[in-house]
């Protein structure tokens, strides 16, 4: 094998740099000696002649030779895409739906910065549609559009920070603002207003629970995975009943490629250990009952419960996700919750 390298204004001098950030810029042309390639980015021009093919290894990142697939993001300034967000809550009692909540939001995608080592994505909210039976969640929609989301992820993809959480906040204190406005007069509804706004208007919350689709966008990219290998580990899981963490057992394994269409599945699983959680929650409903001068429960009041998530990924070759859903799974005896969370390309 024969490599000859010439670089004109060549202002990053990181090869690895220019065919990670645009392989599809990537262009052939067969020489009498055998295959030239330009790499073009920006005013950098980079020419490399081989006796031998490098492109196909080079620009995937998934591997057929040992079936891996590198989940790393090969994204430009100017790209856009579609996305729709769902926000799903069931409780099920026995075989009966006894609350039904759903939200649908739609999003335009764009990457407006690149750098060598950063990425900076604005996610638009173009419309919001919410099927709830409380009237405040349905009025709070509607502050929902025209929503920006701006945050910056690594070369790689994986998520970093979010750049405007003081404009989010201060949009989502003006919709709080607006529905007290609007709804304030109802008895006892001024109150609710208030009590949500002091939960869901700090930045953790906001992170956690309004922004959670971006870090589950971002889940796993800059990691590689190899087929069927079960990856596993023990996790700590926060306790929102305010005890200890739980302990939990978390798996992930690549499950499929599809070498066709260029895309990758990967599935997910988390269960915390149910006796753990059924004392923290038998712990909470006694400190309850005290507190509400109420007879407190007994070990057989609060058993058989169990907290499963579930999760699949389909990951394109250039790091855009096609499709993510996360199930959540809280149940006991007798009830069952079911959150799901699901972003998929329009």
């Not at 009943?241 to 499929?256: I, P, T």
Request: proline share 1%; with cysteine; hydrophobic share 35%.
């Amino acid at each position: 094998m024969t490599l000859n390298k010439t670089t004109i204004q060549n202002q990053n001098g990181e090869i690895y740099y220019l065919l990670h950030k645009h392989p599809s810029k990537i262009q052939s042309f067969d020489l009498s000696f055998g295959k030239a390639y330009v790499i073009k980015f920006m005013k950098t021009i980079i020419f490399i002649t081989l006796f031998i093919t490098l492109y196909g290894s080079v620009h995937s990142q998934i591997n057929p030779e040992d079936s891996t697939v590198n989940i790393i993001s090969f994204w430009e300034k100017g790209d856009k895409l579609q996305y729709k967000v769902t926000f799903e809550t069931v409780k099920l009692t026995g075989k009966d739906t006894t609350a039904h909540e759903r939200s649908v939001s739609y999003y335009d995608v764009m990457v407006t910065k690149e750098t060598k080592k950063s990425y900076t994505l604005k996610w638009l909210c173009t419309s919001c549609n919410i099927k709830t039976e409380s009237q405040i969640l349905r009025r709070l929609s509607k502050g929902c559009k025209d929503m920006k989301i701006v945050y910056e992820t690594d070369e790689m993809g994986e998520f970093k920070k979010f750049l405007n959480m003081k404009e989010i906040k201060k949009q989502m204190e003006k919709s709080y603002k607006d529905v007290k406005k609007d709804l304030g007069s109802i008895a006892k509804m001024k109150e609710q207003i208030e009590q949500l706004e002091k939960i869901a208007l700090t930045e953790s919350a906001i992170e956690e629970k309004g922004l959670a689709f971006i870090h589950l966008f971002h889940s796993f990219h800059g990691r590689q995975f190899k087929l069927k290998e079960l990856l596993q580990r023990d996790l700590k899981e926060p306790n929102s009943l305010g005890g200890e963490d739980f302990d939990s057992k978390f798996s992930l394994s690549l499950d499929s490629i599809n070498f066709t269409e260029e895309f990758s599945i990967l599935k997910m699983k988390q269960v915390v250990d149910e006796e753990q959680l059924r004392k923290e929650t038998l712990n909470y409903l006694i400190n309850m009952s005290k507190s509400m001068e109420i007879e407190p429960p007994t070990g057989e009041d609060v058993k058989n419960l169990t907290w499963l998530l579930e999760a699949k990924f389909i990951i394109y070759n250039d790091g855009w996700i096609k499709e993510v859903e996360q199930i959540k799974t809280a149940a006991d005896d007798k009830t069952k919750r079911i959150e799901t969370m699901k972003v998929e390309l329009e």
